[in-house]
């Protein structure tokens, strides 16, 4: 059965700290995708990432980072010199690649940057 | 990406009602998923609408109590009945956009009394 493991329930730093969230994953599929989403106090889901299992490559985008392990089943997300901003629930998500496509989602880490 | 209108944003509903939810997409997608957040908790798939075809529940959701109509490509609704405090979550519809994953909503937060 998939899975996906944020262990991580909240997370507290202080402003300008780097901080990184972890993402553990089971899935019996060779193919499959996986995802950061950002849930601000809003309440709406803001894509981050797409990752596709056969690409390994480790991704920066601004002040963002993504670690993908195959070999541990690990897709970390580090957030350097966070802001007040970046405070959210973020949620990693796997997703098969046929059939209806679904997402398996993790349970979130709350994330609180204090000033 | 598609972008996608919910509504209401928010409900206050007393137990033993209905709520129908919203979701317009400004283009047409074959498949649109609805989601439940309950308090603090994670995201959970309640069903698939396709098209033309009854939507597909997920494990522990049934018709009866989430009806979802999907009379077109771009339009979905689902509904909460007779609701008990229970159901006070967040619902989110969600579109497939190609390879680069799903779009969401803005969510419906309802509250039951």
């Known amino acids: 059965a998939q899975k996906v493991t944020q262990a991580q329930t909240e997370i507290s730093v202080v402003e300008k700290e780097d901080v990184t969230l972890d993402c553990v994953y089971e899935t019996r599929d060779t193919t499959y995708y996986l995802f950061w989403y950002k849930q601000p106090p809003s309440g709406e889901l803001v894509f981050l990432i797409r990752r596709n299992s056969f690409d390994e490559q480790n991704e920066i985008s601004g002040r963002y980072s993504w670690n993908f392990q195959k070999s541990t089943s690990s897709f970390n997300f580090t957030i350097t010199a966070s802001q007040v901003v970046d405070s959210a629930v973020y949620f990693c998500a796997l997703s098969e690649v046929s059939g209806t496509y679904k997402y398996i989602f993790g349970t979130g880490t709350r994330l609180k940057v204090l000033a | 990406s598609a972008v996608i209108s919910q509504k209401p944003s928010r409900d206050i509903c007393q137990r033993g009602t209905s709520l129908t939810i919203q979701c317009q997409v400004d283009?047409?997608?074959?498949?649109m998923f609805w989601y439940r957040q309950q308090p603090g908790q994670s995201l959970t798939l309640i069903a698939t609408?396709?098209?033309?075809?009854?939507?597909?529940?997920e494990s522990g959701f049934v018709i009866d109590k989430f009806p979802i109509s999907r009379p077109n490509l771009t339009f979905s609704t689902l509904t909460v009945s007779n609701m008990s405090p229970e159901d006070s979550s967040i619902y989110l519809c969600?579109?497939?956009?190609?390879?680069?994953?799903?779009?969401f909503g803005s969510g419906t937060r309802l509250t039951v009394v």
């Open positions: 969600s579109v497939r956009q190609g390879l680069e994953g799903y779009t």
């Open positions: 283009s047409q997608v074959t498949m």
């Open positions: 609408a396709n098209q033309g075809s009854e939507a597909t529940y």
